[in-house]
């Protein structure tokens, strides 16, 4: 593989318009085509961000000369896509949740695998900048040995206008914002135990869980990862996700609006963190949008240097057995003993 990498984008809906942005000013990628179902889609793609536009990855993936696939669509369509760009002997970005299924998830993982070409899940929570920085914080021992986190993201936005989909999702808030949160645990504290979930359905309107409550045990932490779209509050802090953690010489937390502190034995640092800024961003998503052109930077770096990307298919297999696993412990009452599935 040569730069510039030769690439096309599948599925051109709401979230892609991110990752075409995010490519467009990327000098290391050439997009040679974009595809989707729906023909108004990708030729709207195609005419704004370059590239033949396609209705048929199949097609698509015979005709053209690729390095990778970015896969945006959504996640039944996500093994046949990995599946196809397997055969075709081309590297791939997979959006998340991975699969509803381990043995789908396994499948992607052992296809790209078993022909030794790079594959990631585009996680990207753990590339938002403030997650960087509290990882930093983390790592450098500041606070000391971690022993309790709480990951929380709570708001009241109205994620139905733009996402259709998540209103009639029989699995919904801990497939579409747990899973983000489950890879930040790992990220922060390491491999989770054992979970524990409650979850509850607020709007009458969905057909899924839209508030839940997962405790997480660690070999030495316990973690509390809480999420709602139906929690008001003195101002819209979405898409934020809000962090603590307790160490045994300190504690550091992302509060609001991105604030972060830093409680430690050499005393108390306080910083209002400024997301980098691109054109193309909006608030409120301007994070996340930022986050997005961090995970195609690292996916970039990857196949530069042959680094096996953070969020590989492999190491996502983790995060959809928490994921599977807290919806078998919202189903049983019981404990989920993690690893089960892997
Ligand atoms: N990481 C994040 O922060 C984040 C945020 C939002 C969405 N997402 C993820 O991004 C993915 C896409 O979500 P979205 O909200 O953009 O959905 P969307 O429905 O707006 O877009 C998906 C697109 O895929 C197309 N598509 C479906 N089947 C196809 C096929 N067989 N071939 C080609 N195109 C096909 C659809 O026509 C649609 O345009 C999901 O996996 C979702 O979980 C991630």
């Known amino acids: 593989m040569r730069r510039p990498y030769r690439f096309a984008v599948i599925g051109?809906?709401?979230?892609?318009?991110?990752?075409?942005?995010a490519w467009a000013d990327m000098p290391e990628v050439e997009l040679v085509a974009t595809c989707d179902i729906d023909q108004t889609c990708t030729e709207a793609a195609a005419a704004t961000f370059g590239g033949k536009a396609y209705t048929d990855a199949a097609l698509?993936?015979?005709?053209?000369?690729?390095?990778f696939v970015d896969i945006v669509t959504t996640p039944p369509t996500h093994r046949m896509m990995v599946e196809l760009a397997a055969e075709?002997?081309?590297a791939a970005i997979c959006q998340k949740p991975l699969a509803w299924d381990m043995n789908d998830a396994k499948a992607m993982v052992s296809a790209m695998?078993?022909?030794?070409?790079?594959?990631?899940?585009?996680?990207?929570?753990?590339?938002?900048?403030?997650?960087?920085?509290v990882k930093q914080v983390v790592d450098s021992g500041a606070i000391g040995r971690p022993f309790f986190a709480r990951i929380s993201f709570r708001s009241d936005f109205d994620v139905y206008a733009n996402q259709p989909w998540c209103k009639d999702a029989e699995r919904m808030i801990i497939?579409?914002?747990?899973?983000?949160?489950?890879?930040?645990t790992r990220f922060?504290?390491?491999?989770?135990?054992?979970l524990f979930t409650e979850a509850i359905r607020v709007n009458p309107e969905?057909?899924?869980?839209?508030?839940?409550?997962?405790?997480?045990?660690?070999?030495?932490?316990?973690?509390?990862?809480?999420?709602?779209?139906?929690?008001?509050?003195?101002?819209?802090?979405?898409?934020?996700?809000?962090?603590?953690?307790?160490?045994t010489e300190g504690t550091v937390t992302l509060g609001p609006d991105y604030h972060l502190q830093v409680v430690s034995p050499t005393g108390v640092t306080e910083e209002d963190l400024v997301i980098p800024a691109h054109d193309w961003a909006s608030q409120p998503w301007d994070c996340i949008q930022d986050s997005v052109v961090n995970v195609q930077r690292h996916w970039i770096e990857c196949l530069d240097t042959g680094r096996t990307p953070e969020t590989s298919g492999a190491d996502t297999l983790h995060v959809?057995?928490?994921?599977?696993?807290?919806?078998?412990?919202?189903?049983?009452?019981?404990p989920y003993i993690v690893g089960s599935r892997l």
């Open 320 to 334: 959809l057995d928490l994921t599977l696993g807290a919806y078998e412990s919202l189903e049983t009452g019981e």
């Open 113 to 133: 695998d078993s022909r030794g070409l790079p594959f990631m899940v585009h996680e990207n929570f753990r590339f938002q900048y403030p997650m960087r920085r």
């Open 206 to 247: 969905i057909r899924g869980e839209d508030a839940a409550t997962i405790l997480l045990k660690l070999p030495d932490a316990t973690c509390i990862v809480d999420t709602s779209y139906e929690s008001r509050s003195d101002h819209s802090t979405y898409p934020q996700t809000f962090v603590t953690i307790e160490g």
């Open 12 to 21: 051109c809906g709401f979230f892609a318009q991110n990752h075409l942005n």
């Open 88 to 90: 075709a002997g081309v």
């Open 60 to 67: 698509l993936l015979k005709e053209q000369e690729l390095d």
């Open 188 to 194: 922060f504290l390491g491999e989770p135990t054992r």
């Open 175 to 184: 497939a579409d914002v747990s899973v983000h949160q489950f890879d930040l």
